[in-house]
């Protein structure tokens, strides 16, 4: 069963954003036939050396959410809910996309946008 949940302001609080995560009802097998592919774009991990190619609107949300080697800030955030949304067909992969690169960018962990 899915949950209904409120779309975020851009400038909500990352602990709100982390608590709509965590209040999803969505199982691991509904978010994987959700991918929404895109033109890859790759960054830079945690791991000196590593880079990580992003080629989906998933990818995206998972590595902004569980591997962002830098500090997080409102573009983080702002990539992260442009992903969800995404997830939710409230934007288009291309949009997420462009969100993704914007905080890679502040980040400084942008390797190659392939556009």
Known sequence: MLSVVIKPHP???LE???N???NCNCSAAFLSMRRLRFESVTVETRHVGRYRV???VDAAA???AHDWPTEKGPIHLRARIACLDA???ALSADEAREAF????KESG???RDDR
């Open 101 to 104: 690169i914007e905080a890679a």
């Open 87 to 89: 997830l939710e067909n």
């Open 54 to 56: 992003i080629a989906s």
């Open 109 to 111: 962990i942008l390797i």
């Open 16 to 18: 709100l954003l982390m």
């Open 62 to 64: 998972d590595f902004l």
């Open 11 to 13: 400038t909500m609080p």
């Open 20 to 22: 709509r995560q965590r």
